[in-house]
């Protein structure tokens, strides 16, 4: 009541698909760290190419030295997690090319990482590639898309509203 009397507007924040491929609902990922949101609420997409972008303008805060995953701080502090695959970390890099560094600034739509998808869908128990945000106090609300097909910086797959 009191952000309509005073003019406060919400922040949102529009997240893009950071890659192309098949939409699931983060509880339906068969890793029970991921379905159980210990990491933090999202989704997944089980991705049909090894290209891995940017959802939003963002600065990098975290390249894992395997490759298989990394952080992502919007504008308005909201942390991303992009999990390439599960149990991906065992592969100690193998499969992977991070295109970005630590502290770099990107916009949607940045390449990220590249990853050799058959090699990794031959070594890993999925493919699956949870994002998710690991900060959820700073969130009021969460919409989720209703696609069940992502194309990678077109489709919407989250709204998230700041508290």
């Not at 699931?24 to 990922?29: A, F, L, R, S, T």
């Not at 939003?56 to 805060?61: Q, T």
């Not at 592969?91 to 949607?108: D, I, M, P, S």
């Amino acid at each position: 009541m009191f952000k309509k009397l005073f003019g406060k507007k919400e922040s949102v924040e529009q997240l893009l698909a950071p890659i192309n491929g098949q939409v699931i609902n983060i509880e339906d990922v068969p890793d029970p760290v991921f379905s159980g949101k210990m990491m933090g609420d999202g989704i997944a997409i089980l991705p049909e190419e090894g290209v891995v972008v940017s959802p939003i303008d963002a600065e990098v805060i975290q390249v894992f030295h395997t490759k298989h995953a990394l952080g992502l701080r919007t504008k308005h502090g909201i942390e991303l997690l992009i999990h390439i695959g599960l149990e991906t970390v065992n592969l100690n890099g193998e499969g992977f090319e991070a295109h970005v560094t630590e502290g770099q600034n990107v916009k949607a739509g940045d390449k990220l990482v590249t990853f050799d998808i058959d090699f990794i869908k031959s070594k890993a128990p999925s493919i699956v590639t949870p994002i998710v945000i690991t900060n959820g106090e700073l969130v009021e609300k969460l919409e989720k898309t209703n696609s069940t097909q992502a194309n990678s910086n077109e489709t919407q797959i989250m709204s998230v509203y700041l508290k």
